[in-house]
């Protein structure tokens, strides 16, 4: 990275840092995070879970809908992601699937559990091969394709 | 399982992959699923991310989304989330997050893949080391930990 790049970086950063400190005031867990459009617009967002009563309403995420949502479009693809703390698997996730560029983060995964927010069972969830805290199981189920092959005879498709 | 539960399970899953040949008409992705609560009230998600525009409305996360906010609680412990296709890391992560206690699923990702919708390539980001197609950085900042310091410092939080 250049010199001009590490401001750009520090300088989002700060930002979702800022969005998450001022969210605990405003009622929202302290979780800030900014998508920077290849353009330079700025999409904010910020944890949303308790208020909005949304386990899904991570920041990244609320970031991440707002920027797909308000550049009508679901493909991110060339954008950044600036999150003030280590993106667990779920904000990983949507930024995969919005083909988010790069992510920077500034607390990690550490800092978060100690401030009580352990998110260690959710990668282990993911490294192991250990799912009795919630099952999995696939059910024999004889129409299962029956939406596949709806998909490929519907000519109008949106592909992604 | 008992007999009444594989009943049970076979007709929730049923609906889930109705609810996702549906959707294929109705300009969505050939995704359907559905959250049980404990006292049997059912909320339906269908996939609309390129309908919407919303890189993170896949059918679980919708359907999740939906009983949360039906039930204004984030925590959705003792529900079951049925849906028409193997779950994605995005909605695995989303049902640790609400507390989901079972999933179970029809279509497989192989059936997936083979109607062109691979995930194979998520599953890889989390499974190996190779982060080259979304790089996630740590960048050094001062106030890293100014969000969980506001948090500490608020009574009124509600810890989730």
């Not at 969210?23 to 910020?46: K, L, Q, S, Y």
């Not at 208020?51 to 797909?68: F, G, K, Q, S, W």
């Not at 800092?111 to 091969?129: R, S």
């Not at 799912?131 to 998909?151: G, I, K, Y």
């Amino acid at each position: 990275m250049g010199r001009m790049d590490e401001d750009a970086v520090r300088r989002h950063l700060e930002r979702a840092v800022e969005l998450a400190t001022a969210n605990v005031a405003e009622g929202g867990g302290p979780f800030g995070a900014v998508v920077v459009m290849p353009d330079g617009t700025i999409f904010e967002g910020t944890n949303r879970v308790t208020r909005d009563n949304d386990p899904t309403a991570h920041a990244e995420v609320v970031a991440i809908r707002r920027a797909a949502a308000g550049t009508r479009d679901f493909d991110l693809h060339g954008a950044a992601l600036y999150t003030s703390c280590e993106p667990c698997p779920l904000c990983l996730s949507a930024a995969l699937w919005a083909r988010i560029s790069a992510v920077y983060f500034a607390a990690d995964r550490h800092d978060a559990a100690a401030a009580g927010f352990d998110d260690a069972e959710f990668y282990e969830y993911f490294d192991g091969d250990d799912r009795s805290r919630m099952p999995v199981a696939r059910s024999e189920l004889a129409q299962r394709t029956a939406p596949f092959d709806a998909w490929a005879a519907f000519t109008a498709r949106v592909e992604y």
